[in-house]
């Protein structure tokens, strides 16, 4: 900026003659156009600005300095008109820079892929099972949901008495008292066995899987809900003992949790099978130490098992002085919580996406 006239400076208000001084810094501080809007409301604004002001202070001078200052005041007015310009352009060339480079389209990053779906693991694990059978010879069969009274419990030999032919823990239907949401997969044996009866000769045997919903009247807690998964398994054959029942159960579960996979077998009661057990496994979440799944005891019951009772056979038409047979329904989501080492089974059925995508790794 070339500098005014000492002369006419000195007709001017030193707080404006400051003020000229003071220009060039306070314009190289703006460093945005916002602030830059400010300095220009204070320099070359309208009213008040101090251009405006000197243009007063011009017009009260006397007359024989008004030539001299005029030029002063012009030239100051064009310097700070034309500084302010360039800075303004500047300040908006480097705005544009910045939004251009945030929204810049970057070819070396990798395409946004979108969230893919996946099976849910309670569903990968009964596929698992259904591998771990097959090589076996063992086929899948599926039942209804809503089960009659004959499928659920009197094909299975379960007698009148038994508290899960009571309302108080089985969800019957409302409008067909006679129909109910299945206890459990057996209903599932009751149906192949009526249906392959006729050709069981034929075929040598029966074997299939089960795997599916069922409902009973539980209180949701870690272990426990309303609705959760079986899967039940069926062989007939001639000659079949508990032995045979043992060494195939055993041999999945080494298939399923790992070669060191340790089972132990209760004595226990079903109505369906006579000698009846249930199987237990060491429960990997605490070692053996004793936790919340397994109550302290370092075992986890996951499937009720035993040779099929001569009455099953004979209501679905078969002789049980010629075929004999065991049968197993396995808890899936006991099992879910053995294979993951999860503690509690309501995070199965809460669908937080974080707990199923680490459940990715649950094959
Ligand atoms: N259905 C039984 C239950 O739900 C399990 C079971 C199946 C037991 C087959 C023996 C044979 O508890």
């Known amino acids: 900026m070339t500098q005014p006239d000492a002369n006419a400076l000195s007709l001017l208000p030193t707080e404006m003659v400051e003020a000229c001084d003071d220009f060039s810094s306070a314009l190289s501080t703006c460093s945005t156009l916002d602030e830059l809007n400010r300095l220009k409301g204070i320099y070359i604004g309208r009213e008040g600005s101090f251009s405006s002001r000197l243009?007063?202070?011009?017009?009260?001078?006397?007359?024989?300095?008004?030539?001299?200052?005029?030029a002063v005041v012009n030239g100051l007015k064009k310097t700070w008109e034309d500084a302010i310009k360039v800075r303004q352009s500047e300040l908006e060339t480097a705005k544009q820079h910045l939004d251009s480079a945030k929204n810049a389209w970057d070819a070396t990053l990798p395409p946004p892929t979108p969230p893919t779906g996946a099976l849910h693991p309670l569903n990968r694990l009964m596929d698992r099972l259904v591998d771990v059978f097959r090589p076996l010879g063992y086929h899948v069969e599926e039942g209804p949901e809503v089960e009659t009274e004959e499928h659920n419990f009197d094909g299975l030999n379960i007698p009148e008495d038994h508290p899960a032919r009571g309302t108080a823990d089985t969800f019957y239907l409302a409008q067909h008292s006679e129909l109910l949401l299945r206890t459990h997969t057996s209903p599932v044996q009751v149906?192949?066995?009526k249906r392959l009866a006729p050709e069981l000769e034929k075929k040598g045997g029966i074997r299939f899987l089960a795997p599916g919903r069922v409902y009973r009247k539980d209180e949701i807690d870690p272990t426990h809900s309303p609705m959760f998964h079986q899967v039940e398994g069926m062989l007939v054959g001639k000659g079949i003992g508990m032995h045979h029942l043992k060494g195939t159960l055993a041999y999945a579960m080494k298939a399923l949790f790992g070669p060191e996979a340790d089972v132990r077998f209760r004595p226990s009661y079903f109505p369906f099978v006579e000698p009846g057990c249930e199987m237990d496994v060491h429960c990997p979440l605490c070692g053996g130490s004793g936790c919340r799944v397994c109550k302290g005891s370092g075992w986890v019951e996951i499937l009720g098992a035993g040779l099929i009772h001569p009455n099953v056979l004979r209501i679905a038409g078969i002789d049980p002085e010629i075929w004999s047979g065991f049968a197993f329904g396995m808890g899936v989501e006991r099992t879910a919580m053995m294979v993951s080492q999860t503690p509690d089974l309501r995070l199965f059925?809460?669908?937080?996406?974080?707990?199923?995508q680490v459940m990715g790794g649950l094959d």
Do not use: I, T
């Open 55 to 70: 243009m007063d202070a011009l017009k009260k001078a006397p007359k024989e300095q008004k030539r001299n200052l005029g």
């Open 349 to 356: 059925f809460e669908n937080d996406q974080r707990f199923l």
């Open 191 to 193: 149906r192949v066995l």
